[in-house]
């Protein structure tokens, strides 16, 4: 998901549920110079997230306890944070359904479950941060797809290009990446997606190439509408 992100040197990102902070390290491990915040809604993580921050020596980076919905006011009440209209938001929502059998790890299950409105929530509040034509970003399971696009063609998040994720070969995609922009106006495309496996269940070359060596996924296909070359090509 980080290496999808069209992110430069300056943007201000901001990813929804950071967890313990991989994604914002990993996508500031690839691009420098950017202003990253977290939202975290479990204060154990975001603390975990913080420590993650200084261990890594991440610079201008916040990470925010807090819900995701209720984030202009929180941002609005955080004086470390100057401005809260983002060039780049990216989030791995929860998705679990209320009724999906829990995990025995309740800060993992409190991660995941999601309430039947949580996704559409979500989405109408990266729209209410993102700056016209920033990104959004996210990791959803197929099965959500179609109620993803819908949630954002409401409140304006347009010209999505979805990512199918195989966990190998001639396997369905259970999770795929969608990326999209505030104000985009074209139709939805599917790009040529990644395969993470090969049968000795180790990674392909391609995924490798993210995973270890900090390559982006896509990085111009907001500017080349008719023709986007692969991601085996591309890495």
């Not at 994604?23 to 990253?36: F, I, T």
Request: aromatic share 4%; glycine share 8%; with cysteine.
């Amino acid at each position: 998901m980080a290496a999808l992100i069209p992110a430069r040197p300056g943007n201000r990102v901001l990813e929804a549920g950071c967890g313990a902070g991989a994604g914002l390290l990993c996508l500031s491990a690839r691009v420098e110079n950017l202003m990253l915040t977290g939202f975290e809604i479990d204060p154990a993580t975001a603390a975990l997230a913080r420590i993650n921050l200084v261990l890594n020596a991440s610079k201008d980076t916040q990470i925010v306890t807090g819900d995701i919905c209720n984030a202009g006011q929180i941002l609005n009440d955080t004086p470390e944070i100057s401005s809260f209209q983002f060039d780049h938001i990216f989030a791995n929502p929860p998705w679990h359904r209320e009724d999906a059998t829990a995990s025995p790890e309740p800060r993992r299950d409190k991660a995941r479950r999601a309430r039947k409105d949580t996704l559409h929530r979500w989405i109408s509040t990266f729209a209410s941060l993102l700056r016209e034509k920033g990104s959004l970003t996210m990791a959803i399971p197929s099965t959500r797809l179609a109620e993803t696009l819908a949630a954002c063609e409401k409140v304006r998040i347009g010209s999505a290009e979805i990512i199918p994720l195989w966990p190998h070969e001639g396997e369905e995609a259970r999770i795929v990446l969608i990326r999209a922009r505030r104000g985009g106006q074209a139709g939805s495309r599917i790009l040529p997606g990644l395969v993470l496996h090969k049968d000795d269940g180790s990674f392909t070359p391609a995924a490798e190439a993210i995973l270890r060596n900090g390559q982006p996924l896509y990085s111009e296909s907001f500017r080349s509408p008719r023709r986007v070359s692969g991601p085996h090509k591309d890495l």
